[in-house]
Each structure stands twice: as C-alpha cells, then as structure tokens.
C-alpha cells in the first residue's frame, strides 16, 4: 500500500513538471525608473490606466510609425547614480510589438530603437526623439519595466509625438500574482499555466492593451488630413487611358 501510494505522488510530481519549493529571499533586479525620467523632467503621473495629455483635437497624426524604446538603469557599482541605458533586443522586440499592433491600419510599423541610433549620445527623452525623428517616426514610446517583488510588476511609460515633441498620454500597468511561478526551476519552464503566473508576462500583457485602448481614443480624436490636387493643376491634353507599347499615330497625335 505504501509503495503504491509512493507511485501515484511520483506520477503526479512528473506529470505537473513544476514543483513548488522554498523561494529565496527576493532581490530586484533593476532599479525603477521615475516618471519624470520617462517625461524628460515633465510633470506626469497615471495610476492604473492610461491618460491622455493632448486635449484639443489633432490632425494628421494618423497614419503613423511607432518607435519604442524601453530604458532601465544600469546598475554600475563604481558610479556615484545610476545611468539610464536603453534596454532593447530589437529582434524580438521587432516581433512582439508589431503582434500587437498588427490589426491597426493606422499604425503602419512598429520598431524598437537601436543604440546604434543613438550615436554615441547620452539616452534621454530629447536624443530619442531626435533619433526617432531622424527614422521618420510619427510617434515614440518611452517605457520601463520594474519588479516591485517575487509577485508584483509593473510597466509604466509616456508616448509623444515626434513631430510635435510634445506628450500624448501616460500608460502604467501593474500585476500582482498571489502564487508566482519559479523561472528559477528549469521543470516550469514551458509550464501551461506558467506565463499566467509570471508578474512580468503578465503586466506586459496588460501594459500592451492599454497602449492599444490608448492609440484607439488618440485615433478617435485626430482627423485625417485631406488630399487635394494642387492649386492650378490642368491637364495639358485629353487624359486617354495608357496604351502600351505606344503605337506610332498615337505618338504622333500626342506630341
């Protein structure tokens, strides 16, 4: 009986993949940014939502390239503070980004900033909207993940416009996972149910949707610029459809 008991906790212990175990101490592994770090100095705050800044209507702003640059704080033991770096893997952020984005007509690219961008300059609000401007995007996104503890996460960053150089809305999302998964035991990794229980999946997700109820409400207030023929412009001949190859009495005719 004993022994037969000892192979059904076995078979159920392999079967989950994923033991629970005594979590060490939790230490954070970077430092969170402030929001007048992603405001350039701005005064701006959001508790869990997002908010817009921009209140009269705008125009032209859509269609539109979306940059996004994500910063943390390099943690340098020998520096008196903490640098704010860019924290970018631009393949797979490439990826992931334009998924979430994909069903926007309105967004046309989504596409993470490079530190090769940057040109050696120091990475601030102001350079990266000169380097966003210099690639021709419409808007910048300027975000940063934090791990409050073993469960909570949080995301929070402001979006601009890079026309403009002004603030469009602030986003922060916040997670909190009573029972996280352990990424440190290789058995829950490809877990069902383990990126439910990641604080940082999870917030990502929430942070992602709520960049997309944000671009939908700025959408909703932007109206599209009209294209008209230019001032003066007259056909200098009758407009024939193109025939081609062109036969030598229609040249004649034409010119």
């Given at each position: 009986?004993?022994?037969?008991?000892?192979?059904?906790?076995?078979?159920?212990?392999?079967?989950t993949?994923?033991?629970?175990?005594?979590?060490?101490e939790?230490?954070?592994?970077?430092?969170e940014?402030?929001?007048?770090?992603?405001?350039g100095?701005?005064?701006?705050?959001?508790?869990?939502?997002?908010?817009?800044?921009?209140?009269?209507?705008?125009?032209?702003?859509?269609?539109?390239?979306?940059?996004?640059?994500?910063?943390?704080?390099?943690?340098?033991?020998?520096?008196?503070?903490a640098?704010?770096?860019?924290?970018?893997?631009?393949?797979?952020?490439?990826?992931?980004?334009?998924?979430?984005?994909?069903?926007?007509?309105?967004i046309?690219?989504?596409?993470?900033?490079?530190?090769?961008?940057?040109?050696?300059?120091?990475?601030?609000?102001n350079?990266?909207?000169?380097?966003?401007?210099?690639?021709?995007?419409?808007?910048?996104?300027?975000?940063?993940?934090?791990?409050?503890?073993?469960?909570?996460?949080?995301?929070?960053?402001?979006?601009?416009?890079?026309?403009?150089?002004?603030?469009?809305?602030?986003?922060?999302?916040?997670?909190?996972?009573?029972?996280?998964?352990?990424?440190d035991?290789?058995?829950?990794?490809?877990?069902?149910?383990?990126?439910?229980?990641?604080?940082?999946?999870?917030?990502?997700?929430?942070?992602?949707?709520?960049?997309?109820?944000?671009?939908?409400?700025?959408?909703?207030?932007?109206?599209?610029?009209?294209?008209?023929?230019?001032?003066?412009?007259?056909?200098?001949?009758?407009?024939?459809?193109?025939?081609?190859?062109?036969?030598?009495?229609?040249?004649?005719?034409?010119?």
């Amino acid at each position: 009986m004993h022994a037969k008991l000892t192979l059904i906790v076995l078979a159920a212990v392999i079967g989950t993949g994923c033991v629970s175990k005594q979590r060490v101490e939790f230490t954070p592994t970077s430092v969170e940014l402030d929001w007048d770090v992603l405001a350039g100095g701005q005064p701006v705050t959001v508790s869990q939502d997002y908010r817009l800044i921009v209140s009269e209507r705008t125009q032209g702003m859509f269609p539109s390239s979306l940059a996004v640059a994500r910063l943390s704080a390099d943690e340098d033991p020998t520096a008196t503070e903490a640098a704010v770096v860019l924290d970018m893997e631009p393949e797979v952020d490439f990826l992931s980004w334009n998924s979430v984005f994909d069903d926007f007509r309105s967004i046309s690219e989504v596409f993470p900033m490079n530190i090769m961008a940057m040109d050696g300059a120091e990475v601030t609000v102001n350079t990266l909207l000169n380097a966003s401007y210099s690639l021709r995007a419409g808007m910048l996104l300027v975000y940063s993940e934090s791990r409050k503890s073993i469960h909570e996460a949080q995301v929070k960053g402001v979006l601009y416009s890079v026309p403009a150089r002004r603030m469009l809305a602030a986003i922060h999302a916040d997670a909190y996972i009573e029972d996280p998964v352990d990424l440190d035991d290789s058995r829950c990794a490809g877990s069902p149910s383990a990126d439910m229980r990641d604080p940082r999946l999870v917030c990502v997700g929430q942070f992602e949707a709520k960049m997309r109820d944000c671009l939908l409400a700025l959408m909703q207030n932007d109206d599209p610029v009209k294209a008209t023929a230019p001032d003066g412009w007259i056909p200098d001949r009758e407009i024939e459809p193109l025939i081609w190859p062109p036969s030598e009495d229609l040249f004649r005719r034409r010119w």
